[in-house]
């Protein structure tokens, strides 16, 4: 589902206008983190990976793209940039660094029920 909404703000004489605000909801599944090994490999786009980042692997979203990931079970919410695919028998949603999961709550846990929902 996409939400795009443009907005039209009026302070006293001077008007803001918001363009292309677009979130699409990408659905819910589980999240997991990435393994150790792959510090310092090179990731699906020609990116370091580095587990200190803010970045995931999807499998459907475009390199670059901004996704907002929630975890369910505790509404804690991280935004990360797809930069990394995952295995095509993976039946995770998102495949996301430590860093991340630490922000989201299941770092230790293994993985966690999430919704994505993409910024841009």
């Known amino acids: 589902m996409n939400k795009c909404v443009t ?27 990435y393994h150790d090994k792959y510090q310092g490999k090179k990731t699906a786009n020609g990116e370091v990976f ?19 990931v929630t975890n369910l079970a505790n509404n804690q919410s991280v935004i990360v940039k797809i930069n990394d695919r995952m295995a095509q028998h993976n039946q995770n949603i998102i495949d996301v660094t430590k860093h991340a999961a630490k922000k989201l709550g299941f770092f230790g846990k293994g993985r966690a029920q999430v919704s994505l929902e993409q910024i841009r």
Do not use: M
């Open 50 to 68: 580095d587990q200190n980042k803010l970045t995931a692997a999807h499998n459907k979203f475009p390199y670059g793209s901004q996704v907002k």
């Open 7 to 33: 907005s039209l703000l009026f302070h006293g004489t001077v008007a803001f206008i918001t363009l292309n605000s677009c979130v699409a909801l990408a659905g819910t599944g589980n999240a997991v983190h």
